[in-house]
């Protein structure tokens, strides 16, 4: 019986909880530092520019200033450009947290962080269950002449419906720490970093852990005194092994990727990817997830709290504190790159093929030109439409022994090019294919006298030289 509960603490202190892909250490690059001597001391959040290469920023509020700033990130550890500052009038950084960008040109900037808890001043508490997004106009904030600008303030407060658990009532409050916030479809996202609740014992039935998303929706007028009500929407759970700390999986930025196929969440250890998800149920689809590194074999933590895509795979991170650094991360390197030749786990072809979306190309480090992927857990089984594709000259070899390599379902549509398969003992040793399958530059070799290269059960295209041949 002992040796039965420590196995099975083992496997909750050291295994991925299902559905979630731990794609190893990512060091991030280095893009810059904000000046010890400047204004921008706890940066929190991030909006791309029109102009594509620089940022938008502001302080958290250990430095409340009203303020955004444009800056232009760099290499190393040399300080960013500071292009502009911006005073948005009428306001009170009583903790902006984050910054979203609309399609029509518009950021939000978000007082969502602050609230009350039993240590709260009583004066200030009751005005800290209404939160504030400041909507500002990027046209506006890039005039040559605008040193100021007035936003439109939208009021909202969190609901005390729509939870799992329902046991909320009027007399109750929910407390939410939020540092993340996303635009998706004409409305805003709000995760959240923890979440509580009083007067009843658990309104809500919040579990340390997870995070919980809210909508919010800005098509109507609001008040202090007549907030709009944010939807509850649902949670993930970030804490992937037992023994996480909260540095781990409590969240402190959130970006939306510009196609909208990628929603990123960072804690101070942690990146995620969701992907292959429908509409706004962000958390049904992959899950995949890195820990920060500085040399590619430790784990770091980093104060990240703003975050935002540069395009549809290269996201920009920053740090809220003093002289605090810049990042960036390639997320596709993360979850589309083949790095190693592991049958599985971080790095491998099989866990890139179950991080990837629709559509998706999968890519090998250069390291791996001429080196064989040896499978020993199955065949690779193509469950959405990806594709394999690797320069000329620099293919890569997929062996398998005992079973065939690849496994194409019906109604995939597959591509793979210049891939070198080698075939074991199995019958079948090659390709089974039951959907609609090119390849282009593909050598299957078999080891096996009567193995078949290719079962063909579908469409089958063949391109440029593809060779069949046996030992």
């Not at 731990?22 to 520019?49: C, H, M, W």
């Not at 790095?347 to 791996?368: M, P, V």
């Not at 062996?399 to 549509?413: C, D, F, L």
């Not at 290269?453 to 089958?460: S, Y």
Request: proline share 4%; hydrophobic share 35%; aromatic share 10%.
């Amino acid at each position: 019986m002992r040796v039965l509960l420590a196995v099975i603490l083992l496997l909750q202190l050291y295994h991925p909880m299902a559905g979630q892909s731990y794609q190893g250490l990512i060091v991030p690059d280095n893009k810059g530092r904000f000046s010890s001597t400047g204004e921008i001391t706890q940066a929190s959040g991030l909006a791309l520019d029109p102009n594509g290469t620089s940022f938008w920023t502001h302080n958290d509020q250990g430095n409340p200033t009203t303020k955004v700033y444009k800056f232009l990130p760099t290499t190393g550890n040399t300080n960013v450009t500071v292009q502009k500052e911006v005073t948005i009038l009428n306001t009170t950084n009583l903790d902006w947290e984050d910054l979203a960008k609309d399609n029509t040109g518009n950021i939000y900037l978000s007082q969502v962080g602050k609230n009350c808890n039993a240590n709260s001043d009583p004066n200030e508490c009751p005005n800290r269950f209404i939160f504030k997004i400041h909507k500002l106009s990027l046209a506006s904030l890039n005039h040559p002449d605008s040193m100021s600008v007035t936003p439109e303030t939208y009021y909202f407060k969190y609901p005390l419906t729509g939870y799992d658990i329902i046991n909320c009532d009027g007399d109750d409050t929910v407390f939410v720490n939020c540092e993340a916030v996303i635009w998706h479809n004409d409305a805003l996202y709000l995760f959240t970093k923890n979440i509580w609740s009083k007067y009843t014992n658990n309104c809500g039935g919040w579990i340390e852990g997870y995070t919980n998303y809210f909508k919010l929706e800005l098509n109507t007028s609001s008040s202090m005194q007549n907030p709009l009500v944010a939807v509850y929407k649902g949670k993930v759970n970030l804490k992937v092994y037992a023994s996480d700390a909260s540095d781990k999986y409590q969240v402190t930025a959130a970006a939306i990727s510009p196609d909208q196929s990628i929603l990123a969440l960072v804690s101070y250890g942690r990146i995620w990817q969701f992907r292959n998800f429908t509409g706004d149920q962000f958390f049904n689809g992959t899950k995949v997830f890195s820990n920060y590194s500085l040399t590619g074999t430790d784990s770091i933590t980093r104060a990240f709290e703003g975050i935002e895509f540069s395009n549809n795979q290269y996201i920009t991170l920053c740090v809220d504190n003093l002289n605090g650094r810049v990042s960036g991360i390639n997320l596709d390197s993360i979850a589309l790159w083949v790095r190693n030749t592991n049958d599985s786990g971080p790095g491998s072809l099989r866990n890139a093929l179950l991080s990837a979306s629709e559509g998706d190309t999968l890519r090998f480090k250069s390291s791996l030109i001429n080196d064989t992927i040896i499978l020993t857990s199955g065949p690779l089984i193509f469950n959405r439409n990806i594709h394999i594709s690797q320069p000329n000259g620099q293919s890569v070899f997929v062996q398998a022994s005992t079973t065939n390599v690849i496994t194409i379902p019906n109604g995939k549509n597959i591509s793979l090019k210049n891939l070198n398969i080698l075939c074991g003992n199995a019958v079948n040793g090659g390709i089974i294919n039951q959907g609609t399958l090119l390849m282009e530059n593909v050598t299957i070799k078999n080891n096996f006298p009567f193995s078949t290269a290719v079962r063909n059960l579908g469409n089958l295209i063949i391109k440029g030289t593809c060779n069949f041949r046996t030992n």
